[in-house]
């Protein structure tokens, strides 16, 4: 029986890319390729929907980008984090873990 | 300075809407080409590879058009403005009819200017209070 992957729950998105970027700048392929890299393939992203993420973010000045020569010398759009998206991503990583708490002890009850 | 860079990329993607939407293209192509690329290297044949690669990304005129109306879009949040904007207008409605009570009584344009102060002061109240009551849905 295959493994059903998981979809992502609202905002989980966002909070992966800001992660993702935190090891340094990547451009929008890199940044779904290295999502599927660190959760080992489980969750399933549509990578047409991890542009309007990338963009809303950058809107709200938690990334910013600029245009460079990716590794096959290639014109690519590289994003990086900013200050305030690396102190939003600890407010996300705090709010997750007490999601997940929370959801926990609550499966865990009789 | 990262909210003073958004806000000047806010005010470019309002100047130059055919380029922003040329550079979105470019960098959601790049992404097609390069999953177009690896799946080659997989072993796919070109167009094999060019149509998964196609598939993978989901439709990709929905994600442009989403793209350069997010670019379009404000770069904050106008739901923490809007109180703001209420006090400020309440502040000039309230300054606006201390000056008119000061106007002398003596004529009808006085009194129309009073009570449009009144008005305004009114709506500006009925408004505030209607858009701050707490949502349920």
Redesign the interface.
């Known amino acids: 029986m295959s493994k059903a992957k998981a979809g992502l729950l609202q905002g989980t998105l966002d909070m992966l890319i800001l992660k993702t970027l935190l090891l340094g700048p990547l ?3 890199g940044i ?1 390729q290295r999502i599927a890299q660190i959760s080992g393939d489980e969750l399933k992203i ?4 991890l ?2 993420g990338l ?2 973010l ?5 990334i ?1 980008s600029e245009w460079d020569v ?1 590794e ?1 010398n ?4 590289f994003y990086k984090l ?4 690396r102190k939003q991503l600890i407010i996300e990583e705090q709010n997750w873990e007490r999601l997940a708490s929370a959801t926990m002890k609550a499966l865990r009850a009789n | 300075m ?2 003073v ?2 806000t000047v ?2 005010i470019h993607a309002w100047q130059h809407q055919d380029k922003i939407a040329d ?2 293209e ?3 192509r ?2 097609v ?3 177009t ?1 690896a799946n080659i290297k997989e072993g796919m044949s070109p167009d094999e590879a060019q149509l998964a690669a196609q598939e ?5 005129d ?2 442009k058009v ?2 350069c109306e ?2 379009r ?1 404000l ?1 904050f949040d106008l739901e923490p403005m809007r109180m703001g904007l209420y006090i400020a207008l309440a502040c000039l409605a309230g300054g606006v009819s201390l000056w008119v009570v000061n106007i002398p009584h003596d004529n009808v344009l006085s009194i129309l200017w009073q009570l449009g102060a009144i008005a305004v002061l009114m709506g500006a109240f009925l408004v505030g209070r209607r858009n701050n009551r707490p949502r349920h849905d």
């Open positions: 451009h929008g392929y779904g549509e990578e047409g929907s542009y309007p963009y809303r950058e809107r709200r000045a938690w910013e990716s096959n290639q014109r690519a759009k900013t200050r305030a998206g | 990262s909210r860079k958004a990329n806010f550079e979105v470019a960098e959601l790049f992404h080409q390069m999953r690329h993978s990304f989901g439709d990709f929905r994600v989403s793209c997010i670019k879009g770069p």
